[in-house]
């Protein structure tokens, strides 16, 4: 045996131990002899499947976490809270996207348990690392095969009639509705999962961590679980045959390493009319609604945002439809904004972004866009400001923003914290930076730069016209969707625990004040959305509200109102008073409370007194 061959074998034997927990892939048979002699010995074939718990190097679930189904029979994880959690600490670490929260909070109430209390998480809501953490914990025998997903119907941790076609088509599929597909593919007439019984889920089905892997290597699977590659093999350096390898001194670039491009032909980001950020898809013959789901999104359930940007029926081939970025997977949201963007990249536990190195102009990169594209929330923006020193929110041409790790969404947080290696994975290119606030190509003031020691404080100067702003976006315009029915089109939202339909949606999103008025419109909208009794309506309940009741600020960004309301805002910030003071001398502030709908209470420069 050459000295080479132990430190294959054992490379091979560390590998199959960090993926097995999560790929439940058959070892390799070992090298071995031909079996002509007992020096020459065949080894043994095993019988029976090597069970994935023995692979795992790091348990699936750590202590505190757990996954249940619920008293709903819905799929949970279940995590112990510990002293200083938040919602969004757990939300950072467990969540696809803030906006979930939401719907943990309606699960388990708008208060967070005290220490040592459990909050359960659905498991749709998970990322993508928790997906498969959860599912893998459950049903440690499941992995791929041949292009698909087996399932091995009770060889896991629930019992067999737990694990209905439906079950298996929301869990790997998103949706239950899928389940049709699974027993024509799998023959099964009756619906009914055998215990044994192997179930094959097409590759093409999948949710897209576990489609990634049923089609990638090793490595794929170490950039999504955020696994420090093994340090490679070497001899000890003490003579030329047992040679040491040689150690970069550089470190790697990440330009160098992705094989494809980011977007093919037919895939363009862009910024659409409502200024939004869209993935342009342009469609082949064969493409349907399911189709472009399940290649483009994080959930196939987000379709329903897509059809509502692009209509009901999709466009003929040539055709092209937009998919809002924040429906777009992990992958997707990595290439459309390294596209964008391809001189942004981790940094010291951070993401840095380099204003006006990239694709857009450098107003489109404001501290709101920037937020939701890399945090999921836009309201986040006043930590990125307060992490730069941006007084007055304005990203400058050449500054370097850096976003921390703790707000990042999941693909972002994964690479800030992984090695070169993973950062390599997904194709996301180094630059220069460049010199940060150096205003280049910006003529505007400081608008907070103090007046010179000794001066006297300032009168406010002339109103001076500015470059138009963006409206920002108004509270709780975030939690409304939209779609249409029989009656026309209408923004839904789902109340949460201790809301009531009065306040919390008609006064909130119509301004309607008036007691009569109030009362009126709430009983139209409780008919609309199939609401019998309002003073008893369940949590999370989907209420309809029709386009045509609704604040301009809240209409979808198409709607010519939405867009004429936005127009206003824009020429009104294009004006302000600028006055400096040394050490607030003849500052005054003044804040009124306001009375909700309509009267917000006191703003300025976009932000409101609560915020």
Same mark, same amino acid.
């Given at each position: 045996?050459?000295?080479?061959?132990?430190? @294959?074998?054992?490379?091979?034997?560390?590998?199959?131990?960090?993926?097995?927990?999560?790929?439940?892939?058959?070892?390799?048979?070992?090298?071995?002899?031909?079996?002509?002699?007992?020096?020459?010995?065949?080894?043994?074939?095993?019988?029976?499947?090597?069970?994935?718990?023995?692979?795992?190097?790091?348990?699936?679930?750590?202590?505190?976490?757990?996954?249940?189904?619920?008293?709903?029979?819905?799929?949970?994880?279940?995590?112990?809270?510990?002293?200083?959690?938040?919602?969004?600490?757990?939300?950072?670490?467990?969540?696809?996207?803030?906006?979930?929260?939401?719907?943990?909070?309606?699960?388990?109430?708008?208060?967070?348990?005290?220490?040592?209390?459990?909050?359960?998480?659905?498991?749709?809501?998970?990322?993508?690392?928790?997906?498969?953490?959860?599912?893998?914990?459950?049903?440690?025998?499941?992995?791929?095969?041949?292009?698909?997903?087996?399932?091995?119907?009770?060889?896991?941790?629930?019992?067999?009639?737990?694990?209905?076609?439906?079950?298996?088509?929301?869990?790997?599929?998103?949706?239950?509705?899928?389940?049709?597909?699974?027993?024509?593919?799998?023959?099964?007439?009756?619906?009914?999962?055998?215990?044994?019984?192997?179930?094959?889920?097409?590759?093409?089905?999948?949710?897209?961590?576990?489609?990634?892997?049923?089609?990638?290597?090793?490595?794929?699977?170490?950039?999504?679980?955020?696994?420090?590659?093994?340090?490679?093999?070497?001899?000890?350096?003490?003579?030329?045959?047992?040679?040491?390898?040689?150690?970069?001194?550089?470190?790697?670039?990440?330009?160098?390493?992705?094989?494809?491009?980011?977007?093919?032909?037919?895939?363009?980001?862009?910024?659409?009319?409502?200024?939004?950020?869209?993935?342009?898809?342009?469609?082949?013959?064969?493409?349907?609604?399911?189709?472009?789901?399940?290649?483009?999104?994080?959930?196939?359930?987000?379709?329903?945002?897509?059809?509502?940007?692009?209509?009901?029926?999709?466009?003929?081939?040539?055709?092209?439809?937009?998919?809002?970025?924040?429906?777009?997977?992990?992958?997707?949201?990595?290439?459309?904004?390294?596209?964008?963007?391809?001189?942004?990249?981790?940094?010291?536990?951070?993401?840095?972004?380099?204003?006006?190195?990239?694709?857009?102009?450098?107003?489109?990169?404001?501290?709101?866009?920037?937020?939701?594209?890399?945090?999921?929330?836009?309201?986040?923006?006043?930590?990125?400001?307060?992490?730069?020193?941006?007084?007055?929110?304005?990203?400058?041409?050449?500054?370097?923003?850096?976003?921390?790790?703790?707000?990042?969404?999941?693909?972002?947080?994964?690479?800030?914290?992984?090695?070169?290696?993973?950062?390599?994975?997904?194709?996301?290119?180094?630059?220069?930076?460049?010199?940060?606030?150096?205003?280049?190509?910006?003529?505007?003031?400081?608008?907070?730069?103090?007046?010179?020691?000794?001066?006297?404080?300032?009168?406010?100067?002339?109103?001076?016209?500015?470059?138009?702003?963006?409206?920002?976006?108004?509270?709780?315009?975030?939690?409304?969707?939209?779609?249409?029915?029989?009656?026309?089109?209408?923004?839904?939202?789902?109340?949460? @625990?201790?809301?009531?339909?009065?306040?919390?949606?008609?006064?909130?999103?119509?301004?309607?004040?008036?007691?009569?008025?109030?009362?009126?419109?709430?009983?139209?909208?409780?008919?609309?959305?199939?609401?019998?009794?309002?003073?008893?309506?369940?949590?999370?309940?989907?209420?309809?509200?029709?386009?045509?009741?609704?604040?301009?600020?809240?209409?979808?960004?198409?709607?010519?109102?939405?867009?004429?309301?936005?127009?206003?805002?824009?020429?009104?910030?294009?004006?302000?008073?600028?006055?400096?003071?040394?050490?607030?001398?003849?500052?005054?502030?003044?804040?009124?409370?306001?009375?909700?709908? @309509?009267?917000?209470?006191?703003?300025?420069?976009?932000?409101?007194?609560?915020?």
């Amino acid at each position: 045996m050459t000295p080479a061959r132990p430190r @294959r074998a054992a490379l091979l034997v560390a590998g199959a131990a960090a993926l097995g927990a999560f790929l439940a892939v058959r070892p390799a048979a070992a090298s071995g002899g031909s079996g002509r002699s007992p020096r020459d010995a065949k080894p043994a074939t095993r019988l029976d499947p090597p069970t994935a718990a023995s692979a795992s190097r790091e348990p699936l679930l750590v202590p505190g976490e757990s996954a249940v189904l619920s008293s709903g029979r819905d799929l949970v994880l279940e995590v112990k809270i510990a002293p200083r959690d938040t919602y969004a600490s757990l939300g950072q670490k467990y969540l696809v996207d803030l906006r979930s929260l939401d719907a943990v909070r309606s699960l388990n109430g708008e208060k967070l348990p005290a220490p040592g209390g459990r909050v359960a998480i659905p498991y749709e809501t998970l990322n993508d690392d928790y997906k498969i953490r959860v599912f893998s914990y459950l049903f440690p025998a499941d992995g791929p095969r041949g292009g698909a997903w087996v399932h091995r119907v009770g060889a896991g941790r629930l019992r067999t009639p737990d694990e209905s076609l439906w079950r298996l088509a929301l869990w790997l599929t998103g949706r239950g509705e899928n389940f049709p597909a699974l027993a024509d593919t799998n023959g099964m007439p009756d619906l009914t999962p055998r215990h044994g019984q192997e179930i094959v889920v097409p590759g093409s089905l999948l949710l897209p961590p576990f489609a990634r892997l049923t089609a990638s290597s090793a490595a794929a699977v170490g950039a999504f679980l955020a696994v420090r590659p093994a340090a490679a093999s070497g001899g000890s350096g003490r003579s030329p045959r047992d040679a040491k390898p040689a150690t970069r001194l550089d470190p790697p670039r990440a330009a160098s390493a992705p094989r494809e491009p980011l977007l093919v032909p037919g895939e363009s980001a862009v910024l659409s009319s409502g200024r939004d950020l869209v993935l342009e898809v342009k469609i082949a013959p064969r493409d349907t609604y399911a189709s472009l789901g399940q290649k483009y999104l994080v959930d196939l359930r987000s379709l329903d945002a897509v059809r509502s940007l692009n209509g009901e029926k999709l466009p003929a081939p040539g055709g092209r439809v937009a998919i809002p970025y924040e429906t777009l997977n992990d992958d997707y949201k990595i290439r459309v904004f390294s596209y964008l963007f391809p001189a942004d990249g981790p940094r010291g536990g951070a993401w840095v972004h380099r204003v006006g190195a990239g694709r857009l102009r450098t107003p489109d990169e404001s501290l709101w866009r920037l937020a939701l594209w890399l945090t999921g929330r836009g309201e986040n923006f006043p930590a990125l400001a307060d992490t730069n020193g941006m007084p007055d929110l304005t990203p400058r041409h050449g500054q370097e923003i850096v976003v921390p790790g703790s707000l990042l969404l999941p693909p972002f947080a994964r690479l800030t914290a992984s090695s070169a290696a993973a950062v390599a994975q997904q194709p996301v290119t180094s630059g220069g930076s460049a010199g940060a606030n150096d205003g280049a190509g910006d003529g505007d003031e400081d608008d907070f730069t103090e007046a010179p020691p000794d001066s006297e404080p300032a009168e406010a100067g002339p109103t001076v016209p500015l470059p138009p702003a963006e409206a920002p976006m108004a509270e709780g315009a975030d939690q409304l969707t939209y779609g249409s029915d029989k009656e026309g089109r209408f923004a839904s939202y789902h109340l949460k @625990r201790g809301e009531a339909l009065y306040s919390a949606v008609v006064v909130r999103y119509t301004g309607q004040v008036d007691a009569q008025d109030v009362n009126d419109l709430a009983r139209r909208i409780a008919a609309r959305s199939g609401i019998r009794d309002v003073t008893g309506i369940p949590v999370g309940f989907k209420v309809k509200i029709p386009l045509d009741e609704l604040l301009p600020e809240y209409l979808p960004r198409d709607d010519p109102r939405r867009q004429t309301w936005e127009r206003s805002q824009a020429e009104v910030a294009r004006y302000t008073n600028r006055a400096r003071s040394q050490n607030l001398q003849g500052v005054a502030v003044i804040l009124d409370a306001g009375h909700g709908g @309509r009267d917000q209470g006191a703003a300025h420069n976009g932000i409101w007194e609560h915020d």
